[in-house]
């Protein structure tokens, strides 16, 4: 049987638009009730990456949060919300991101990212423990509801990435520093999603992020909604709608691998809207196949040659020292100068891993991917 992907057209974030393509791409995916039972505890994890405003385009839109909660609050379902954001408190993070008064006008509480319990997950591939949040462990069930938008590690961040937030606060950064490289850190996240199981995935892709993702890059209108219960399809679907090819993502490579979904377009049957209709070609991601990052003597030689280097813009940093708090490195791989709060900070490349939570979490724009000289001459050649 093949996975459904529903597309469904949504212009603009006025409400009432967003509510009708939300129902009406619920709807094409079997409908609500296929989703939730009456009185189950169901968490909607939203991506709240990190304090930004809805007209940056970092996190889950407001309405898009607000037509999905109304649906399932009227299927009967005891609805919370919540992510562990990259960098600062959940609360405060979803205030940011303009979640909380429309949770606090629809009853829904935030749930408890801030805490949580370590699982054994026997059959992970790659990790067997994760430290869950407390949220997430004590609902009946998820609903994803990712950002379409680029990342500096993975080219792509949607369903299968969205589910690192249940791992609460820093463990989050122990990952980066454990799994360095792209593929193992991919493997990581799709373990997770296999431990977690949402129930379905609604993507917010109606203004996406490309370019300097998945915090600084610019907004971009897709004017789509992204609806399934297969992550991978889904994902897959996004990639061919900004014309990227969905094997070059490794958690959808992966997880297509190990059976968590398909990425073969021959296998997924795509419902409502016109896949061709929304494609852009024009969409700024990373279109390269990857490049590898390790940890070893002879591979950090090689990452400074090979792999795209975190790189600051002085002229828009303001010199906040958020880059500096994000990096995973013990000791630090990017750091201010002799302790000097009033200079930009600078790299220790020898020490850094390239997990680019540093470029991720900047809130000014100013960290860019930098390809190595070598890296620039093969293009040439
Ligand atoms: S996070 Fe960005 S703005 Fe803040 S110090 Fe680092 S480079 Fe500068
Ligand atoms: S400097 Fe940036 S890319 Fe390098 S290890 Fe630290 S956070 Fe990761």
Not at 365 to 376: C, E, T, V
Request: net charge positive; aromatic share 8%.
């Amino acid at each position: 049987m093949k996975s459904k992907v529903a597309l469904v057209r949504c212009n603009s974030y006025e409400l009432n638009e967003v509510k009708q393509a939300v129902s009406k791409g619920i709807e094409l995916i079997g409908g609500p009730e296929n989703f939730v039972k009456q009185s189950e505890k169901i968490v909607l994890k939203v991506n709240l990456l990190a304090a930004d405003v809805p007209e940056k385009c970092v996190t889950t839109h407001p309405s898009v949060f607000r037509a999905v909660a109304e649906i399932f609050v009227n299927e009967g379902a005891i609805i919370s919300y919540g992510d562990s954001p990259g960098f600062g408190a959940p609360y405060a993070t979803a205030k940011k991101a303009g979640l909380t008064d429309i949770a606090d006008e629809l009853n829904i509480e935030l749930a408890d990212f801030k805490e949580g319990k370590e699982v054994f997950f026997e059959t992970g591939k790659q990790n067997k423990k994760f430290l869950i949040a407390n949220g997430v462990l004590e609902s009946d069930g998820l609903i994803s509801l990712p950002k379409l938008k680029t990342h500096g590690l993975e080219k792509f961040t949607g369903c299968i990435k969205n589910q690192f937030g249940c791992i609460v606060g820093m463990r989050k950064a122990e990952f980066h520093v454990k799994l360095p490289d792209a593929t193992d850190f991919a493997k990581m996240l799709v373990d997770l999603n296999n431990y977690i199981k949402p129930r379905l995935y609604i993507m917010d892709g109606i203004i996406a992020m490309e370019g300097n993702g998945p915090r600084g890059g610019n907004p971009k209108p897709m004017n789509v909604l992204l609806f399934s219960t297969d992550p991978v399809a889904l994902d897959a679907t996004a990639c061919r709608l900004i014309d990227l090819n969905p094997a070059l993502v490794p958690t959808t490579l992966i997880a297509s691998e190990t059976g968590t979904g398909t990425y073969s377009e021959a296998e997924i049957e795509i419902v409502g809207d016109e896949l061709k209709s929304f494609i852009n070609s024009d969409f700024v991601v990373d279109r390269t196949p990857l490049k590898k990052a390790k940890n070893s003597k002879i591979s950090k030689f090689l990452n400074n040659r090979l792999v795209p280097k975190p790189f600051i813009l002085s002229e828009k940093c303001t010199k906040c020292g958020t880059c500096i708090n994000s990096c995973p490195v013990e000791g630090k791989a990017v750091n201010w100068i002799d302790g000097n709060h009033s200079k930009v900070p600078v790299y220790n490349y020898d020490k850094c891993i390239r997990c680019y939570c540093c470029q991720e979490m900047c809130p000014e724009s100013a960290i860019i991917l930098r390809d190595p000289l070598i890296r620039k001459v093969s293009k040439i050649f």
